[in-house]
């Protein structure tokens, strides 16, 4: 029925109704014939309250048409043409909804004298607000958006690859992370071709690829995180980088991977699932510049000793040694998180001493002078540690843990930096077989070698020289275990060392890459140094805390597996994609 007969046609079927007879149709008040839309075409613009545009906000509606209603959901990309200029306006629908027609009121005594049967859902209207997102100019290029869209102007879906491209500002090319998508099913124009999506690699475009401005892989368990991980770090393998305060040599990175449950040396091995694979499919993804398949002998997995513990993951695997001589470093590695401020300063101070003293450079050497009263007696007579905090750092010290990791016997991990840290390599350190206390040594010693060598703290160690080299992507799953937004003595250091290498990942080429299923224990410094999240489901709370846009917040929870949202200013728009639904990789 047309909008402008209703108020008639409501007035027709009261009188009808008080007569007591059927309303019977008439040539007055027949339907009109509304012009057919297109099949890209979903309705007009509309203002049933007010139509505009400011850099605060906005109120872009369209009336979507019976018979469009039922084919139109929430997060479609559609285009509104100006008309009086060549550009095109490029948005999202960001709210559906049905109106009641001015003639109409649901209490009123008119509806009481229809049936329920004969009120359709012809007598509302139905309208969409649109997000506008760019402006596609007649150049190609996405501009910002300032031009308001005409009333009346039709409305379509996207129609082509590069209108997505553009109006979403994708790269061209880069590391794939997966296919731009809406409500979980890729986007296809053209042919069926889904959009690739990229995270900017290359350095003429951005100034730095984007891997050394930080990476954040969130989602709760059993929503594709580790697959969603492996397929972007395996992208990552074979970049070639210039190293900007090395005489712009191009490098390939070494990538350096965290790996509590044992799972990322799958890297190493090809997908024997591949093989269900076409050719023609494989010859696509090739294409668009997936790397399929393991890395092979590129990796390498390091396994910590650790007395009474033995690793029995991987196949072939090296085993290392956490030497005390690190603790001369990284004091830090032996105090835990029970010691205050002032006790780790005293912790501070007796390890400097004993390091300059001794000839021995072990663990049993230090428990040792740490136990002696006659040595440390000036300490206290000269009050430089009081008595209270030295039988604190004592306890901290002697517990018989530490004599199960320092110094095991296998190779020191100073002695095999050049294999753990070589350029174009993968080293995996697993950690699921040894003991807490144990794992929290080890992660924390590699984790500081790799910042204070990109951060020059370390050039006088040979290690230290070496890993500012080349690239160094440092991948750390369950990062909140190691980079808590806990505030004990151990973590704020930790943080510190951490934000400053990350503030300068650009010029460094350290890239972090932090993947974790609960971001809300992430430091929030170490957060806010990270420009791009991938956001697998995870529920709203989460949502929030890990940053992702307000309009996908509520989503989220219902993200399945291998369905995530991508957010990296630097790179595009925030935009929903699909992974791919195998790994490249052994998974």
Known sequence: MAETDLEAELARLKRASLAGSAPASSPETAPSAAPELELEEIGRVAIPDKLFISPGEHCIEIYIPEARRNAVALGE????????RPEKLFGRMEKIAYRKRDAIDDLSEVHALISASSVGEDEYVALARIEPISLISAAGQPTEVRYIPKPNTLVRRVTSE?????????????????????NGEKITVQGEIPIAYYLINDAEKTGDPLIFTHVLIAGMSGRGKTHTAKNF??????????????????????????????????????????????????????????????????????????????????????????????????PYLIAGGELNEAQYAGLERLIRDFF???????YRAFRLFIEDDTRLAPYKESELIHEATLGAIRRRVSRAQFEKIFDQGANPLTELYESVFAEGTVSVFPTAHLSDEAERVVVLAIMSMVADGKTRLSDDKPWGRRIA????????????NYLTASQTQQDRIIIEKFVAAAKQGRKDRLGLVLITQNPQDVSEAVLSQIST???????????????????????????????????????????????????????
């Not at 491209?165 to 296919?179: A, E, S």
């Not at 991977?257 to 890297?267: M, T």
């Not at 697998?536 to 995530?564: C, I, N, S, T």
């Open 233 to 330: 770090l395996r992208q990552v393998v074979g970049s070639r980088y210039t190293m900007e305060r090395r005489g712009r040599v191009e490098r390939e990175p070494c990538l350096v991977l965290i790996d509590p449950e044992d799972e990322y040396w799958g890297l190493r091995d090809d997908n024997p699932n591949l093989t269900s694979i076409t050719k023609n499919d494989r010859e696509d993804l090739v294409g668009a510049g997936v790397k399929l398949g393991g890395v092979g002998k590129k990796l390498t997995v390091f396994a910590a000793v650790e007395a009474g513990k033995a690793y029995h993951g991987c196949d072939a695997h090296t085993d290392f040694t956490i030497p005390f001589e690190l603790v001369g470093d990284f």
């Open 356 to 362: 300059k003293s001794s000839s021995d450079k072990s």
């Open 533 to 587: 999240r991938i956001l697998l489901g995870m529920d709203q709370v989460m949502a929030e805390r890990a940053g992702a846009p307000a309009h996908y917040q509520k989503a989220l929870p219902y993200f399945e597996k291998g369905r995530m949202v991508i957010h990296a200013p630097d790179n595009s728009h925030p935009v929903e994609i699909r992974g791919l639904p195998f790994c490249v990789v052994r998974h």
């Open 77 to 84: 990309y559609v285009v509104i043409p100006l008309g009086y």
């Open 162 to 182: 590069d209108e997505v491209k553009i109006g979403l500002d994708l790269p061209p090319d880069g590391l794939f992370l997966g296919y731009v998508a809406v």
């Open 469 to 480: 080299q080349f690239p160094v992507i440092l991948a750390v799953d369950e990062a909140h």
